[in-house]
């Protein structure tokens, strides 16, 4: 079997942190072959070198494997060339085992290109939307960093002895940060019980009990340390959502869309167009491809006319962890995922049923960005759905198995 060639001025990249193996296959008027093997450094200068040399070669097409993070600043100067580049998933070029070297990995990169065998490339947003990604992804780490810190703030005052969280709801409240300040500087009760807030007023005579209690310096240097980190990454993540309202206002539109979901915020909004953008022809034509891309729907796995695990794919962490973020949100709201939700989680267990939610939400996003309009709960009643389904077989198997007198 002979396979025509799509490309005739192709190039394939072998990406790593020192060196780049790039190889290139032209064909001439001729149908005659030409291949060229260089590496090339990964400092600046050297990319130039290997734009010019690319640029030179008039290159239609060039390849690279979408590992790592290496491979960002270099699409982002050949982008700048208009060159086309295309980022593949390394799952779907790998070639057979045996002979792997950088230099075969760069040509193996060049002939897939020429003949048209990659199955798909990875999805690279534009320049602003790859901006606003970043410091989302940096939010999401730096909010992971702030639960983490409440946690081992929970955790020192249990180990202390002073379990302030019996009395006060949230250890990071004006009132709790209060009682653990003046703890850590050994202030008068009276000074500490003016400044405390709201409900924890009624609670003096259990708080007193505390304060009573002597931290010793080891415990007040952790305590203060602590509050301290908070206190900071509290002022970062102000800075970073004033930065990200202000690199988000071109697309506030398709914000606003997805903040009439049930369960979306402004950050959680702003968070999924930075992940996959507004133009969703880009993944498809049908809602369930761009679930696919996302991870969200069930996996593919039949053999034999048997289907095994339908277990969901590696795919991107940050849509798949917002999702399930935004659908545990969902599900406490009077919508329709709500009553999705209690049909699903009977048979499904609450982790798949969140799953599933994500799937219909992000099915929900797909037509509401294609379509350009605010979101308007249907009111399905799924609950009435489901048994208007299976009324007839419960019955029957309730009759059969005694729990209803069939002469009644």
């Known amino acids: 079997m002979t396979i025509n060639a799509i490309c005739k001025r192709v190039a394939g990249l072998d990406v790593h942190k020192k060196i780049i193996v790039a190889s290139v296959v032209l064909e001439d008027s001729e149908g005659q072959l030409f291949e060229e093997t260089r590496e090339f450094g990964t400092l600046p200068r050297d990319l130039d070198l290997l734009r010019d040399w690319l640029s030179e070669l008039q290159i239609e097409i060039t390849v690279m494997e979408s590992t790592g993070v290496y491979w960002k600043d270099i699409h982002a100067v050949l982008e700048k060339a208009n060159l086309s580049v295309l980022v593949a998933n390394a799952k779907h070029i790998k070639q057979v085992s045996g002979r792997k070297t950088d230099t075969t990995d760069s040509q193996w990169l060049a002939y897939l290109a020429r003949c048209g065998l990659l199955v798909g490339k990875s999805f690279i947003p534009e320049k602003p939307l790859r901006e606003l990604r970043l410091l989302t992804r940096y939010r999401i780490k730096l909010t992971r960093m702030m639960a983490s810190e409440k946690n081992r703030l929970h955790k020192t005052l249990d180990a202390s002895g002073l379990r302030l969280g019996v009395i006060v709801s949230d250890l990071s409240g004006i009132s709790a940060r209060a009682v653990i300040n003046g703890m850590i500087l050994q202030q008068d009760p009276e000074e500490i019980f003016s400044?405390?807030?709201?409900?924890?007023?009624?609670?003096?005579a259990l708080l007193l009990?505390?304060?009573e209690k002597p931290l010793s310096p080891a415990q007040r240097f952790l305590l203060q340390r602590i509050l301290s980190h908070m206190h900071s990454m509290e002022l970062e993540l102000n800075a970073l959502d004033t930065m990200i309202r202000e690199l988000a206002q071109p697309y506030m539109d398709y914000c606003?869309?997805?903040?009439?979901?049930?369960?979306?915020?402004f950050i959680?909004?702003?968070?999924?167009?930075?992940?996959?953008g507004v133009d969703m022809s880009q993944f498809g034509n049908k809602s369930t491809q761009f679930c696919s891309w996302a991870g969200m729907c069930p996996g593919n796995n039949e053999s034999a006319g048997k289907r095994k695990?339908?277990?969901?794919?590696?795919?991107?962490?940050?849509?798949?962890?917002?999702?399930?973020?935004?659908?545990?949100a969902a599900i406490k709201t009077k919508s329709q995922f709500k009553d999705k939700y209690?049909?699903?989680?009977?048979?499904?267990?609450?982790?798949?049923?969140?799953?599933?939610?994500?799937?219909?939400?992000?099915?929900?996003?797909y037509n509401l960005f294609t379509q350009k309009k605010h979101y308007e709960d249907p009111g399905i009643n799924y609950g009435e759905l489901l048994v208007s389904r299976n009324a007839s077989r419960w019955l029957k198997a309730l009759t059969q198995?005694?729990?209803?007198?069939q002469t009644s």
Do not use: W
Request: with cysteine; aromatic share 4%.
């Open 256 to 265: 606003h869309i997805l903040e009439t979901i049930p369960g979306i915020d």
């Open 401 to 405: 198995y005694g729990f209803i007198n």
């Open 195 to 204: 400044q405390l807030r709201g409900v924890v007023k009624k609670k003096k």
């Open 309 to 328: 695990s339908g277990k969901t794919r590696k795919a991107n962490t940050y849509v798949r962890s917002m999702m399930c973020e935004i659908s545990n």
């Open 342 to 365: 209690q049909t699903l989680v009977i048979r499904k267990g609450h982790k798949k049923a969140v799953v599933a939610i994500g799937h219909k939400i992000l099915r929900v996003i």
């Open 268 to 276: 959680g909004a702003v968070t999924l167009v930075a992940e996959f």
């Open 209 to 211: 009990q505390l304060i």
